[in-house]
């Protein structure tokens, strides 16, 4: 065997990436740039993208992202960076493949999407955050523009670790608003269980994960089945707390996610 056929495996999977692969600040050119300013004049940033194509007469999902604690700031880059949600997305065809709508917005440094200590066991839903607040206030205003073509009945909430408690917090908000949800390594208020039964979740968290305890996604799932649901639950051996890996690269969760409709 010749040095050259044992290094072609290598040169070749070097030269894929670099050819399938777009840098994060090329992707990030596909998410608009917006912002609003909050009743208090606190400006709220967000970014969304459209699918590649939009063709007359049809209707397009749209996801709604709640990122984690490392994408809080002012940047508007960081809710789509901090975790590699925006090269999943792109991996995983979201905008081209899937046709959709991405809404990502950034919960200021020192706030969060639930104003509750991620260190408890459990929690009842606080009043709602400004972020949270703005956010359904700018989806509403986004879905009602006749231009972006969404489809009402697809409609889905993501979020991890800190989102992962927005994501939760979103849909026991608004129950009736989004066709499913996949919460990531984050928490509920169990109380509001049986809000949720007739709603398609998969939740997700890593069985090592020692910074949001694997019992606020467990206990949440456990409630909603009492209450006569079936929600979905990944509980993953061995991970700790970025068991959103897991969720970047299973294309059986984004099938599932794009094929529910309200």
């Known amino acids: 065997m010749t040095r050259l056929s044992v290094l072609f495996p290598s040169i070749f999977c070097f030269l894929s990436m670099d050819i399938y692969s777009k840098p994060t600040e090329s992707l990030l050119d596909d998410y608009q740039l917006n912002s609003l300013k909050s009743d208090n004049n606190k400006e709220f940033h967000y970014r969304t993208a459209s699918p590649v194509i939009i063709e007359n007469g049809q209707k397009y999902p749209l996801l709604v992202f709640f990122h984690g604690a490392g994408g809080r700031g002012d940047d508007n880059k960081r809710q789509l960076t901090d975790a590699g949600g925006i090269e999943a997305f792109e991996k995983q065809g979201l905008r081209s493949k899937r046709k959709s709508h991405i809404f990502a917005g950034q919960v200021p440094k020192g706030e969060r999407w639930v104003n509750t200590s991620w260190s408890l066991l459990g929690h009842q839903m606080p009043e709602i955050s400004s972020s949270m607040e703005m956010t359904f206030k700018i989806i509403d205003s986004y879905v009602a523009d006749s231009k972006n073509q969404v489809d009402l009945n697809r409609i889905y909430a993501m979020g991890l670790s800190m989102g992962g408690y927005g994501t939760w917090d979103a849909i026991q908000r608004r129950p009736n608003f989004f ?84």
């Not at 996604?217 to 456990?222: E, F, P, R, V």
């Open 179 to 262: 066709a499913a949800a996949v919460p990531i390594c984050g928490g509920g208020d169990k109380t509001l269980a049986k809000n949720l039964s007739h709603l398609p979740i998969w939740a997700w968290h890593g069985d090592r994960d020692t910074v949001i305890k694997p019992s606020r996604s467990s206990d949440m799932i456990d409630a909603i089945k009492k209450a006569g649901g079936a929600p979905k639950y990944s509980k993953i051996k061995g991970r700790g707390h970025n068991s959103w890996i897991d969720v970047w690269n299973s294309s059986n969760l984004w099938d599932w996610l794009f094929s529910q409709s309200r």
